[in-house]
């Protein structure tokens, strides 16, 4: 058997990456897309210890984190889509309008 | 199946699980990125089964790679910038030391995984994970979340509508 560990090895890895994706990467698609990457190391951890404690639980939480998902994929797509008709840029440097 | 044979399935979907993770960091095209980031759910999907999460699986391969890359991969389609976007932008100060505490993070959650010390993972009924299992846990003990859930998701149907429309 593979030890509970590893799965949370590869979820901690997982996140870390869509945490640096977040703080790198300019182009607001991507990272909307980083943080998918980041939701899904969270459902790897809930799917991870509900195997590790033979509970179902940690399935429904990641059904709903799915869901969760889909529909913030949904508006933060409309936003972003809006702000590229507003501002003509994806560039999340280039969206200050809070800061002056 | 035995301890080697999934050792050996868990290693095959991991190591191009965490490259093409990677990639959807490193490409310089968004697109590139987007279907990186599906072979990364595909990925993840084995790992799941591996888990005994069926339905999951089935879900993310359906839902992640499905539904919601084709929405990513069409509004890449949809804001196309040309290509002054994807030249090399000179990082940041503040980028580069966020990257490097993300790096911290996840040093000290491993370090943290590490202290747990090998835990076996128990036998499971042969059900588990499956629809059957799982929609009945979601129709009984999580019925409110369930619920809640469809509402949630006609409030996004709405609110992406009314966002991204120009004039209603």
Known sequence: MVPVNYYLALAAFLFGIGLVGVVVKRNMLVVFMCIELMLNSANLTFLAFARRWGSLGGHAIAFFVIAVAAAEAAVGLAIVIAVFRTRGTLDVGDVTLLKS | ?168
């Open chain 2, 1 to 168: 199946m035995s301890d080697r044979a999934e050792s050996v399935v868990f290693w095959i979907f991991a190591i191009p699980l965490m490259a093409s993770a990677a990639g959807v960091v490193v490409a310089r095209n968004p697109v590139n990125a987007a279907m990186s980031l599906v072979a990364a759910f595909f990925f993840l999907a084995g790992i799941y089964v591996l888990l005994a999460a069926h339905l999951i699986a089935f879900l993310q391969v359906l839902v992640y790679a499905g539904a919601i890359m084709v929405l990513f991969l069409f509004v890449i389609m949809l804001l196309t910038t040309g290509d002054d976007a994807l030249k090399r932008a000179r990082l940041k100060f503040a980028q580069v030391a966020g990257a490097f505490g993300a790096a911290g993070v996840v040093a000290v959650v491993l370090v943290a995984i590490y202290d747990l010390g090998p835990t076996e993972m128990p036998r499971v009924a042969s059900d588990f994970g499956t629809l059957r299992a799982v929609g009945r846990l979601l129709y009984t003990q999580y019925l409110l979340p369930f619920e809640a859930t469809s509402l949630l998701l006609l409030v996004a149907i709405v609110g992406a509508v009314v966002v991204a429309k120009q004039r209603i």
